[in-house]
């Protein structure tokens, strides 16, 4: 069964930093690209990370970048998300996603609020 489940969300200050954690299971995860995605309320889900299955090319999107950092550890089947300098616009449900050219999975998000 395939699971993706993320932690490390929670409510932190503008200007300060989390790091999320994706844990999976349930397929080759070094054979995956990683990516993490974000929905804000009344937003459309966005694309704010993605690492290649072997981790050696990583992409960004324009709004956290020198900002965030994605990183994967393959052999302890984990991909994270190191965001700094949080911004209140950051404030979103974070979503882990696996995927290759025939199938993607989804995890079930985690909060991060950034607020005074």
């Known amino acids: 069964q395939v699971q993706l489940v993320e932690s490390g969300g929670g409510l932190v200050q503008p200007g300060g930093s989390l790091r999320l954690s994706c844990a999976a299971s349930g397929f080759t995860f070094s054979t995956y690209s990683m990516s993490w995605y974000r929905q804000a309320p009344g937003k459309e889900r966005e694309l704010v990370a993605a690492?290649?299955?072997?981790?050696?090319?990583?992409n960004y999107a324009d709004s956290v970048k020198g900002r965030f950092t994605i990183s994967r550890d393959n052999a302890k089947n984990t991909v994270s998300l190191q965001m700094n300098s949080l911004k209140p616009e950051d404030t979103a449900v974070y979503y882990c996603?696996?995927?290759?050219?025939?199938?993607?999975?989804w995890g079930q998000g985690t909060q991060v609020t950034v607020s005074s």
């Open positions: 690492i290649a299955s072997a981790g050696g090319s990583t």
């Open positions: 996603r696996a995927y290759n050219l025939f199938r993607f999975y």
